[in-house]
């Protein structure tokens, strides 16, 4: 994905846990981040405290949406799926991608990965891999602070 490039719809979950949500439910609500993940991803599992802090932090201002993205057979199993977002506090909703439907709409290859869309919907930052997490945080915060000043 391309910066600015809309926010590509919701479809294709093999599963949704901890509920469901549909890109016209984020869209021109609040901003979002989409953050990709996997069962097997050391990396993934490191940052998620610092996602889930992002989650809590920025609840009332900021849609958080996981996608479960496999990557190997092992990755398909729903009930560790389950089992590791419980174990890692993963209470926001999660998109199961077991058949990389949105995985190839983002056109992502990468976990984990971060995608922050503003409240139009429009991709405003993307980055890949473990580290980076203040930089992750500036940009959703730039994106907020943008929404802040256009109210």
């Not at 949704?16 to 990396?43: E, M, Y």
């Not at 920025?58 to 990755?75: T, W």
């Not at 058949?99 to 405003?124: C, I, M, S």
Request: hydrophobic content about 35%; proline content about 5%.
């Amino acid at each position: 994905m391309k910066l600015r490039e809309p926010m590509p719809e919701l479809n294709g979950a093999t599963e949704w846990l901890n509920g469901q949500v549909t890109r016209a439910q984020l869209v021109g609500d609040k901003p979002s981040l989409i953050h990709f993940w996997s069962i097997s991803c050391h990396l993934c599992k490191e940052a998620m405290p610092q996602v889930n802090q992002f989650r809590d932090d920025y609840k009332d201002k900021l849609n958080v949406i996981a996608v479960h993205m496999p990557r190997s057979e092992d990755d398909l199993n729903l009930d560790e799926i389950k089992r590791v977002a419980v174990e890692h506090g993963i209470s926001q909703p999660i998109f199961v991608d077991s058949e990389h439907k949105l995985t190839e709409a983002f056109e992502n290859q990468y976990v984990p990965a971060y995608y922050v869309f503003d409240k139009e919907g429009k991709l405003r930052h993307f980055q890949a891999g473990g580290s980076g997490m203040k930089m992750l945080e500036k940009r959703v915060n730039r994106v907020l602070d943008e929404l802040e000043k256009s109210e």
